[in-house]
């Protein structure tokens, strides 16, 4: 299969790198259970407390808090309803309005089916979450508050959060912290220790590890109550036998990530300010949502008027150029994008948005070959939509 013309869709998952594709091979070439007793097993079990070390030592974090999961959505879940349910009979859930659904749909179940009380915390025009908004949710009524969960990056518009100061609010009132870092790591320097969270997310595919494998990252003494059981196999938090060769996989990308941050963040960075003076140039009333400078180095996300991003989408597609549209499509009925519209764009704004986002195999070519086809593109878009 040959490689798109340009892919510019890092942040859904991004290439594996050649340190994680070999480590993740070696271990896919012998056999063992790591939770066997037998020479097998314990070749295997080395293997993944060997990888439980590195990514910790890499993620500012003890071995110990490393807690191995099936990615993302499997460590949100856990970090939410697990939380929840260890601080019962506290209710109140405190959660950014700009949450990737992984946290949010958790949020809502709860309240749904357990009687949590899920409170949405606003955002400014940028998506940030200020620290007045938090604070000013918790006083409201501090002993209810069960956690407060705000991710350190958004996966939509790549605004930055304030992690370390939402944190320390949090903690003045003994309250435990979530963030999911799933964007955040390998694009941003990312430490467990000094971060003041008491539970972060990460996954393997969003910093060239293997898809299907992640990991919650749980401070000492916080143990949130199990959301699936059966071996107990991660400190009796989460149950299943581990995947050894996902595991080293993860364990290789992180390692690799971590100690590339810097210099792939310049030259992101600089990447995706030619691409956003560029798309300004050639769509002159295109709108740049997020933070214009406190944002992930790699994203670039914009309102184009008059289009729909589906149709916008499928166009660029099409001629060789692969993004993601700002939408959520449930059941086939295109929705506005939930974090736009918590950041105060109209619906049709909200629609008609698209996120170009780079990562460690983009260069220059792949932003020629979007301004190369975009402007026609959105023309196009412009004109099916007045049809």
């Not at 918790?138 to 996966?155: H, K, L, Q």
């Not at 406190?294 to 993004?323: I, Q, T, W």
């Not at 499509?329 to 619906?347: F, Y």
Request: aromatic share 4%.
């Amino acid at each position: 299969m040959t490689r798109p013309s340009a892919y510019l869709d890092h942040a859904a998952t991004t290439p594996m790198l050649p340190e994680a594709i070999e480590a993740m091979t070696e271990q896919l070439q012998r056999v063992g259970n790591a939770s066997s007793l037998h020479a097998a097993g314990r070749r295997t079990r080395r293997v993944v407390e060997e990888s439980r070390e590195s990514i910790a030592d890499a993620l500012g974090a003890r071995p110990s808090e490393v807690v191995f999961t099936s990615g993302g959505t499997e460590a949100d879940n856990l970090a939410i309803k697990g939380l929840y349910w260890s601080r019962r009979p506290r209710r109140r859930i405190l959660i950014s309005s700009v949450e990737h659904h992984a946290t949010l749909d958790p949020a809502h179940w709860l309240a749904d089916s357990q009687g949590a009380e899920v409170e949405l915390l606003d955002v400014d025009a940028y998506g940030r979450v200020q620290p007045d908004t938090l604070r000013e949710a918790i006083e409201r009524d501090p002993g209810n508050v069960a956690m407060v969960s705000v991710m350190w990056a958004n996966n939509e518009v790549g605004t930055v959060q304030p992690v370390h100061v939402l944190a320390a609010i949090a903690h003045d009132h003994g309250i435990p912290f979530h963030t999911d870092a799933v964007q955040a790591v390998g694009q941003l320097p990312v430490s467990f220790a000094t971060s003041g969270a008491d539970a972060l997310t990460m996954t393997g595919h969003k910093i060239g590890g293997p898809m299907g494998v992640g990991a919650l990252l749980l401070a000492r003494g916080l143990t949130p109550v199990s959301v699936q059981h059966g071996g107990g196999q991660e400190r009796d938090v989460r149950s299943g036998t581990l995947d050894a060769p996902a595991i080293a996989g993860l364990a290789a990308a992180v390692t690799t990530a971590v100690k590339e941050q810097e210099a792939l963040s310049r030259r992101l960075t600089s990447l995706r300010d030619e691409l956003i003076q560029r798309v300004r140039e050639a769509v002159p009333d295109v709108v740049l949502n997020g933070d214009p400078v406190d944002r992930l180095p790699g994203n670039a996300h914009f309102s184009f008027p008059g289009c729909e991003g589906d149709a916008l989408l499928m166009l660029l597609d099409a001629k060789g150029v692969e993004c993601s549209t700002g939408s959520a499509c449930s059941a086939g009925v295109s929705q506005p994008s939930h974090v736009l519209l918590a950041m105060g764009a109209d619906a049709a704004a909200a629609r008609g948005s698209l996120r170009f986002t780079l990562g460690h195999t983009s260069t220059r070519d792949d932003v020629d070959r979007l301004l190369e086809v975009l402007p026609a593109a959105v023309e196009r878009a412009r004109r099916a939509g007045l049809s």
